[in-house]
């Protein structure tokens, strides 16, 4: 695996492989999980070439401890990536993504709207900036992106087709726990105690997807189930089409997100409800 810290240099590289490869692209913030590794493997499997990227984008962070306290550990990134078959990493700094005198954002509007939209003012602007220049730089034929993101897959959706970027967005389920909670990088900020708090999330949405099955309100039913959990939101949005039930809460410093779509198979299911059925975690799909 070759790391690149310059645009000039991946750009290079993948010039002459482009015309003649498939180019899939796996854009991350680094702090990489099993969710990142899902959408690695996927890539590897289903693209000559992979291209992941590792930038913690300050464009999308509206709470600047969020942003100074966000993992990074890039060595230990880099060899989930070369373990994955990443064949090249794409590492810029800031300033090479965001130059001085840098002046251009893309607002999406329609899915960028309410939910994170009203919670983190300017993050999908940043979202759909950052994106959309690495779809600029790279020119992948497939983009990879993970469900427990569905509000910004719906987002970036968009902007792919509102812009005619020519990229396949492809999007893979949840990665999950053992214990039902969905992988994050944020996971590494939550205490013992915290941990076991949050996982209300996971039982919430299972107990609003039964109840949804059932005829009856799927947000009522998350909303109880979530006990003492005081959240930003639990909703149902039409996130590219799917209905999803969705829930934002914070666990002391710690704010998660987490969803699932109302349509999602039994199986699917089975993944939310650890405790009642046989773990299913990691792998592909995830
Ligand atoms: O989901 C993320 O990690 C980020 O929002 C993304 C898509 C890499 C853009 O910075």
Request: proline share 6%; glycine share 6%; with cysteine.
């Given at each position: 695996m070759r790391t690149f810290r310059t645009i000039a240099e991946l750009r290079e590289v993948l010039a002459p492989i482009r015309p003649r490869s498939t180019v899939g692209l796996v854009p991350t913030m680094?702090?990489?999980?099993?969710?990142?590794?899902?959408?690695?493997?996927?890539?590897?499997?289903?693209?000559?070439?992979?291209?992941?990227?590792?930038?913690?984008?300050?464009?999308?962070?509206?709470?600047?401890?969020?942003?100074?306290?966000?993992?990074?550990?890039?060595?230990?990134?880099?060899?989930?990536?070369?373990?994955?078959?990443?064949?090249?990493?794409?590492?810029?700094?800031?300033?090479?993504?965001?130059p001085a005198g840098y002046a251009t954002w893309i607002e999406v509007e329609g899915p960028a709207r309410g939910l994170e939209g009203d919670f983190r003012p300017g993050h999908f602007r940043g979202v759909a900036t950052v994106c959309a220049k690495l779809f600029t730089i790279v020119r992948p034929h497939v983009a990879f992106f993970g469900q427990k993101d569905a509000q910004q897959v719906a987002v970036v959706k968009r902007l792919a087709r509102d812009l005619n970027l020519d990229v396949d967005i492809r999007v893979l389920p949840t990665v999950r726990d053992a214990d039902g909670l969905a992988l994050s990088s944020r996971n590494a900020h939550l205490s013992r105690e915290e941990r076991r708090r949050a996982l209300a999330i996971p039982r919430a949405l299972e107990a609003g997807l039964t109840a949804h099955r059932a005829g009856r309100d799927p947000i009522a039913a998350a909303r109880a189930a979530l006990g003492d959990l005081d959240p930003d939101y639990v909703a149902v949005a039409d996130f590219d089409s799917r209905p999803t039930l969705a829930i934002a809460a914070r666990i002391g410093s710690t704010r998660l997100i987490d969803n699932v779509p109302l349509d999602e198979t039994a199986t699917g299911a089975e993944r939310l409800a650890p405790a009642m059925n046989t773990p299913t975690m990691g792998g592909d799909p995830t």
């Open positions: 680094g702090a990489l999980h099993e969710g990142h590794v899902a959408l690695l493997r996927a890539a590897r499997r289903t693209c000559d070439v992979v291209v992941a990227s590792l930038f913690v984008n300050p464009a999308q962070f509206g709470d600047p401890a969020d942003l100074s306290t966000y993992p990074r550990d890039e060595t230990r990134d880099a060899r989930m990536a070369t373990d994955a078959g990443v064949d090249h990493l794409f590492v810029p700094t800031v300033d090479e993504m965001y």
